[in-house]
T-cell receptor, first 109, second 114 residues
Framework: RKEVEQDPGPFNVPEGATVAFNCTYS??????FFWYRQDCRKEPKLLMS???SGNEDGRFTAQLNRASQYISLLIRDSKLSDSATYLC??????????FGAGTTVTVRA | DAGVIQSPRHEVTEMGQEVTLRCKPI?????LFWYRQTMMRGLELLIY????????DSGMPEDRFSAKMPNASFSTLKIQPSEPRDSAVYFC????????????FGPGTRLLVL
């Protein structure tokens, strides 16, 4: 079983729509959680950290459910520029980041 | 501030040739990571350095792969001899231990081994 599993998508949504997707992780001892964004042929970049109580960053909302070991990301009022692959990332109590394979989101005009 | 710098950005070589990838981490960062990304396997950690010392090289696929970090501002990943299955995007990332440890990725080197 992979450490981090994501629905690969793609999620094709019109501009202005809301899109949400999850990832699950296998290690219950995981301590830190992140969403990274990767544009086509570019490097991954940190989008936001995910906190236990849930957190927002503008149009992006992240939630963590430790009991069920899943993390979610919701994008409101989606823009064309939100088209990317979103990587779910989990960290234990050491330096290692475990990356999901990514969820592809395409926002159409 | 400059981000992580990698060179070359693209490399095409023939099977059996030696390939050297280079990375300059962000100044002040003391952790450096080499990753490989393929469609089939996603992002995989190859090796992790802390304060220029290799801490974990368990992800290095074979003896054909080696990595060095002679100083805080430079690291290399070498593949010798290269094989077609080594074709991938190789990313270098750096982080500052203790400061949230966000990893900042370089632009990557796209390697094609023919």
């Amino acid at each position: 079983r992979k450490e981090v599993e994501q629905d690969p998508g793609p999620f094709n949504v019109p501009e202005g729509a809301t899109v949400a997707f999850n990832c699950t992780y296998s290690n219950s001892a995981s301590q830190s959680f992140f969403w990274y964004r990767q544009d086509c042929r570019k490097e991954p970049k940190l989008l936001m950290s995910v906190y236990s109580s849930g957190n927002e960053d503008g149009r992006f909302t992240a939630q963590l459910n430790r009991a069920s070991q899943y993390i979610s990301l919701l994008i409101r009022d989606s823009k064309l520029s939100d088209s990317a692959t979103y990587l779910c990332v989990v960290k234990g109590n050491d330096y290692k980041l475990s990356f999901g394979a990514g969820t592809t989101v395409t926002v159409r005009a | 501030d400059a981000g992580v710098i990698q060179s070359p950005r693209h490399e095409v070589t023939e099977m059996g040739q030696e390939v050297t990838l280079r990375c300059k981490p962000i100044s002040g960062h003391n952790s450096l990571f080499w990753y490989r990304q393929t469609m089939m396997r996603g992002l995989e950690l190859l090796i992790y350095f802390n304060n220029n010392v290799p801490i974990d090289d368990s992800g290095m696929p074979e003896d054909r792969f080696s990595a060095k970090m002679p100083n805080a501002s430079f690291s290399t990943l070498k593949i010798q001899p290269s094989e077609p299955r080594d074709s991938a995007v190789y990313f270098c990332a750096s982080a500052k231990t203790g400061a949230g440890e966000t990893q900042y990725f370089g632009p990557g080197t796209r390697l094609l081994v023919l």
